[in-house]
């Protein structure tokens, strides 16, 4: 008996432990990573050629509203960069990202002053590129935490890899928020200047520029000498800004 007992305690402690391919915890953790990286991946590729129908913060804006009519929840006017006047395209890239070209969806350089002046001031400013508003908009929600700033650099970084610069552009341009219920460029020329972004004058593409940090708000008549002057700026940056053919 006592043998047998010596026995048993000398296999279970000399018995070859598993490799950690097999353990549960392995199969587990690498279970989740595949499933994070292909429910993020594929709608990335996915988007890459065919347009977004409609974003979470359309739905998150009809779920505030009162009156879920005034703001819709797909979108309905897609343009193609090339049917966006350029005089748009310059202004927009003027106001949000001159260094869109150039970089690799992030401005290290925009994010450091960031944080000094966000550190050493009561200021508050933001360092987003277009690529990264692009992600934020399309794939996540606007709440300032850090869970959304680490999937925006993600997301960020996974349209830079898949999408080129133009179809980055294409899209921000046609889902982000120009006012109340007013989302994408086309819907925004229509409603403030009553035709289409394509013949859009260059004042007023600096004008549309100016009120995108806070559109609810900056397009509204009570605003219009913060804006003047933010348009004025803008105007000055479109003359000298050096654009690559689109």
């Known amino acids: 008996m006592e043998g047998a007992f010596y026995f048993m305690w000398w296999q279970n402690k000399y018995r070859p432990k598993k490799p950690v391919y097999k353990r549960w915890w392995f199969k587990w953790g690498l279970g989740s990573v595949l499933f994070f990286l292909l429910v993020t991946i594929l709608p990335v590729w996915f988007y890459a050629v065919v347009n977004p129908p409609t974003t979470p913060l359309m739905w998150i804006r009809w779920m505030e509203s009162d009156s879920g009519k005034q703001h819709p929840l797909f979108i309905k006017d897609w343009r193609t960069l090339s ?6 395209v310059r202004a927009v890239i003027s106001a949000e990202d001159q260094k869109f070209f150039t970089h690799n969806g992030f ?3 925009a994010a450091i002053n960031a944080l000094e002046v966000n550190l050493t ?3 508050k400013i933001g360092a987003s590129t277009i ?3 692009t992600a934020r908009n399309v794939f996540l929600w606007q709440e300032r935490n850090w869970l959304r700033k680490g999937l925006e650099a993600y997301f960020t970084f996974l349209i830079e890899a898949f999408w080129s610069k ?3 552009l294409e899209v921000y341009l046609n889902v982000i928020e120009w006012g109340d219920g007013v989302f ?3 819907s925004a020329s229509r409603k403030y200047f009553k035709h289409s972004s394509r013949w859009i004058t260059k004042r007023d593409a600096a004008w549309m520029a100016a009120i995108l940090p806070n559109p609810r708000v900056w397009s509204k008549a009570r605003h219009q000498s913060r804006v003047q ?3 004025a700026r803008i105007l000055l940056s479109m003359r000298k800004l050096k654009l690559p053919s689109i």
């Open 229 to 231: 002057r933010r348009q």
């Open 121 to 123: 001031t009561k200021r």
């Open 131 to 133: 690529s990264m508003q």
């Open 184 to 186: 994408g460029c086309e």
């Open 166 to 168: 133009e179809r980055i």
């Open 107 to 109: 401005d290290w350089e």
């Open 83 to 88: 049917t966006i006047s350029p005089r748009l």
